[in-house]
């Protein structure tokens, strides 16, 4: 199975900053990779796929990178509405989640 | 508007059986693949199954291999998840989620979720 880590684990944000997630595999999985949002008692909403395509509906503050085993989810301008819970996913072999990175209010 | 709706959460006692469904519309539903994703409280998302678009392909994660089975009926555009043998450790929110087309493109709709709790 590929095992993935996100970092950090959990985040203090203030709205207008410029937020960095970051998401690693255990094994190569090209662009395979998948980024969620999830806000408390809701299901997960989809951001972006194969590491870098915004969703449709998604607000371009939002970005992906990455490809092989290291990827990179982007807020450039946090906003009220962002604070929630990000997962990664791959997608290469049988899907597999990340732990999740929650982000606060600072 | 794509809609998913899950429904057959409840209470079982371990050991026990439970199937959960997923009513699937405003989308061609035999043209996607489909998987359940589940939470446990507090915690984060695990993938539990996945099924082609003709349900002739399945997949299960290794947790629940054995135990749980997906399928579909294509006619009643709904998604199942037979779970038997279960155990404390399946309770948890249980989520279908349509696939999108293409290979590792991510799941681009998610159902409200049902509760499964398996206790005595």
């Known amino acids: 199975d590929i095992q993935m880590t996100q970092s950090p684990s959990s985040l203090s944000a203030s709205v207008g900053d410029r937020v960095t997630i970051t998401c690693r595999t255990s094994h190569d999985i090209s662009n395979y990779l998948s980024w969620y949002q999830q806000k408390p008692g809701k299901a997960p909403k989809l951001l972006i796929y194969?590491?870098?395509t915004l969703q449709s509906g998604v607000p371009s503050r939002f970005s992906g990178s990455g490809s092989g085993t290291d990827f990179t989810l982007t807020i450039s301008s946090l906003q009220p509405e962002d604070f929630a819970t990000y997962y990664c996913q791959q997608s290469y072999t049988t899907p597999t989640f990340g732990p999740g990175t929650k982000v606060d209010i600072k | 508007e794509v809609q998913l709706l899950e429904s057959g959460g409840g209470l079982v006692q371990p050991g026990g059986s439970l199937r959960v469904s997923c009513a699937a519309s405003?989308?061609?539903?035999?043209?996607?693949?489909m998987n359940w994703v589940r939470q446990a409280p507090g915690k984060g998302l695990e993938w539990v199954s996945g099924i082609s678009t003709s349900g002739g392909s399945t997949n299960h994660a290794d947790s629940v291999k054995g135990r749980f089975t997906i399928s579909r009926d294509n006619s009643k555009n709904t998604l199942y998840l037979q779970m038997n043998s279960l155990r404390v450790e399946d309770t948890a929110v249980y989520y279908c989620a349509k696939g999108r087309l293409g290979i590792g493109t991510g799941f681009d709709y998610w159902g409200q979720g049902t509760l499964v709790t398996v206790s005595s």
């Open positions: 194969v590491a870098s």
């Open positions: 405003g989308f061609s539903f035999n043209t996607f693949p």
